[in-house]
């Protein structure tokens, strides 16, 4: 293997595994969390003088720390599913050449029943019409 694929191979590699260590580390610390909210529930039946000052701060917790762990997390599912479409998706593994001819012929070339002259006005609309359904398909490629 060239010397450029072997480190971009090693990059590659090296950048899976400290994901993967990062997720160990996320679940391990979620799981202690967890535990660690249980805590102060076994005592909040029981009449506590500070009871307004353990509602106060759970309540700051669920609006900042939990609000902003939920966007990340899901911030974090969005790129992964990204990634994943990304690898597994045809259009992602032809060359660009080839991709970027075929969305040329796609929106410029004209189809069996158009006309192959039309006016300025209705080539710019045929132009625009395919664009944005070229664009439609692209999205969905992306999600």
């Not at 009871?51 to 917790?61: C, G, H, N, P």
């Not at 075929?102 to 006309?115: C, E, H, K, L, R």
Request: proline share 6%; net charge positive.
């Amino acid at each position: 293997m060239p010397k450029s694929k072997q480190q971009s191979q090693d990059a590659y590699s090296s950048a899976l595994l400290k994901w993967e260590i990062a997720g160990d580390k996320l679940s391990a610390a979620v799981s202690a969390y967890l535990q660690s909210c249980a805590v102060p529930d076994t005592f909040s039946g029981a009449p506590r003088d500070d009871a307004t000052i353990m509602a106060s701060r759970a309540d700051l917790f669920l609006s900042t720390r939990h609000t902003t762990t939920f966007e990340e997390l899901f911030q974090s599912n969005v790129i992964l599913a990204r990634m994943r479409n990304k690898v597994l998706s045809r259009p992602y593994s032809l060359p660009k050449v080839i991709l970027a001819e075929i969305f040329i012929d796609a929106v410029y070339t004209p189809g069996p029943n158009d006309n192959p002259f039309p006016s300025m006005a209705e080539g710019l609309k045929r132009i625009f019409r395919r664009l944005r359904s070229l664009l439609a398909v692209c999205s969905t490629w992306r999600c």
